[in-house]
């Protein structure tokens, strides 16, 4: 069964620090990527998604991912971590249907 | 102009109480979806409706019914709610996208419902 595992519950960073968000996926072959992040009080919001091509895939807010398929892999990193980064990310994959499974998320911290 | 929205935000009630949230976008999407996010913020999938027919039903109390009475439109209505129900329902949407990349396709979601169940 496909599976989507973000091993950080919470991660703490000052801010300008760099970020860098794990996710391990499970699935046969190559799946949809996404990273979505989640504002207190706020629905999910596309930052990035792959299915193909480069494995280094650029997104929104300054967000890159990189795919490494040896590794089951598609961590987000970001080089300057802003205070207004401070949210909820949710790793999630799909295999080509409708259905979308996210992981449990991990809850960023930025102090000042 | 919002582009998925949900009424009510938030939502108390007693148990046993019968209660609907209502879900519209105005994106012109084919595809929507009702998820549920717990008190550690897992998000799993409930529903999914495409074109008004029901294509995704996990296991899911028969209590949680789902309808759709158009494309841009997709409703959740609890019987009998319980303390377990208490949790934070998201409706979410896509297009069809390409032929064969329904699953690439960018979820757009709502602000989200919040129910507690006293």
């Known amino acids: 069964a496909q599976s989507v595992t973000q091993p950080d519950i919470h991660i703490t960073v000052s801010e300008g620090a760099s970020l860098e968000l794990r996710c391990n996926y499970s699935?046969?072959?190559?799946?949809?990527l996404f990273w979505y992040v989640q504002s207190p009080g706020q629905g999910l919001q596309l930052l990035l998604k792959?299915?193909?091509?480069?494995?280094l895939v650029q997104g929104i807010k300054g967000f890159e991912a990189e795919f490494k398929r040896s590794q089951s892999s598609f961590n987000l990193r970001k080089p300057s971590v802003h205070w207004s980064d401070a949210a909820e990310y949710f790793c999630?994959?799909?295999?080509?249907?409708?259905?979308?499974?996210f992981g449990a998320g991990t809850r960023l911290f930025v102090k000042a | 102009d919002t582009a998925v929205s949900q009424t009510p935000k938030y939502l108390v009630t007693q148990m046993g109480n019968d209660k609907s949230i209502k879900c519209e976008q105005n994106?012109?999407?084919?595809?929507m979806y009702w998820y549920k996010q717990d008190s550690k913020k897992f998000l799993k999938i409930m529903f999914s409706?495409?074109?008004?027919?029901?294509?995704i039903n996990e296991t899911v109390p028969n209590r949680f019914s789902p309808k759709s009475p158009d494309k841009a439109h997709l409703n959740l209505h609890i019987n009998s709610l319980e303390l377990g129900d208490s949790a934070v329902y998201f409706c979410?949407?896509?297009?069809?996208?390409?032929?064969?990349?329904?699953?690439?396709?960018?979820?757009?979601f709502g602000p989200g419902t919040r129910l507690l169940v006293l």
């Open positions: 979410a949407s896509t297009s069809r996208g390409l032929a064969g990349s329904a699953g690439l396709e960018t979820q757009y």
């Open positions: 699935y046969g072959a190559t799946p949809y």
């Open positions: 792959y299915f193909s091509g480069d494995t």
């Open positions: 999630a994959l799909n295999t080509g249907g409708f259905k979308t499974i």
């Open positions: 994106l012109g999407h084919d595809t």
């Open positions: 409706y495409n074109n008004k027919e029901l294509i």
